[in-house]
């Protein structure tokens, strides 16, 4: 989904394009092609989410589990967490390499499930998002992620998932261009490929893959890159392999077991 005024494309994160949502064409977003535009706006969300989740947990580093009983519960954390150190301490390089790794891991975030939370979803607008155009992001995405949308998407009104199901945003970067560049600004364009819906028996929005490209424009503030304006369009998608859907089942234990990157690039 786009975020902030330059939009220049409709879609979404989680709902939002790659993640399978559309927020409402006039805001903007990351989308996914889906069966609806309720699904587009999902992606566009989900994109978003995915950048801060993943910027936060990245700087956060290491596993929270704080007891046995707990972490017997969960998955292993090496098949969890995101393998070897947080490679980024203090923000990104001040070069077109740098433009590129801060667009992919904020696509990430911009793309997760922490999106569809508003807490989460502003402290993610907080790490990527240049302090002037904040404001203006977070009130746009507080109208997208309405009641009525996370219905559309399967979960409860609240933002919450329902019991016995898992839902699943991720959008994942595979590769980078810059098409524009100075020494304190860059438009890049990222290439994703995107996972969102509701994993579970009797799902009425099951797990389904988009392929989009998100293009930020980046400006270097206070000594990292931020988000200045944010679109999307489909594509570039490849030919459908063979590959048979997986059960409901398959898909859930997947998502719980399988843990997303906190870094890309």
């Known amino acids: 989904m786009s975020l902030g ?3 220049q494309s409709s879609g979404g994160y989680g709902g939002t394009s790659g993640t399978r949502m ?4 006039e805001e903007g977003g990351h989308r996914r092609s889906g069966r609806s535009s309720s699904r587009s706006l999902v992606t566009v969300v989900g994109v978003v989410v995915l950048l801060i989740a993943a910027i936060a947990f990245a700087n956060r580093g290491g596993d929270d589990s704080d007891s046995p009983e707990a972490a017997a519960d969960k998955p292993k954390a090496s098949s969890t967490a995101p393998s070897g150190t947080a490679p980024v301490q ?4 001040q070069d077109e390499q740098g433009a590129q790794s801060a667009a992919a891991n904020y ?8 999106m569809f ?3 989460k979803r502003a402290s993610i607008l907080q790490a990527i998002i240049v302090p002037s155009r904040t404001a203006d992001f977070g009130a746009t995405l507080d109208k997208a992620y309405s009641p009525q949308f996370n219905k559309a998407v399967g979960l409860n009104e609240d933002g919450s998932t329902p019991k016995g199901y898992t839902f699943v945003s ?3 970067p595979i590769g980078t261009k810059v ?3 100075s020494a304190d600004s860059a438009t890049v364009d990222v290439w994703c490929s995107g996972l969102l819906g509701l994993a579970g028996k009797n799902s009425t929005t099951p797990v389904t893959s988009s392929w989009f490209t998100i293009t930020m424009k ?7 890159w931020k988000i200045v304006t944010h679109s999307q369009k489909d594509g570039p998608a490849p030919i459908p392999g063979d590959n048979k859907a997986s059960s409901a089942d398959e898909m859930a234990k997947a998502v719980q077991e399988y843990g997303g990157f906190s870094y890309a690039r």
């Open 5 to 7: 005024d330059d939009h």
């Open 22 to 25: 559309r927020l409402p064409e």
């Open 90 to 93: 203090s923000g990104f390089a």
């Open 107 to 114: 696509a990430v975030a911009l793309g997760s499930a922490d």
């Open 117 to 119: 939370d508003k807490a």
């Open 170 to 172: 991720r959008t994942s």
């Open 179 to 181: 098409t524009e560049s």
């Open 218 to 224: 980046l400006e270097w503030v206070d000594g990292d």
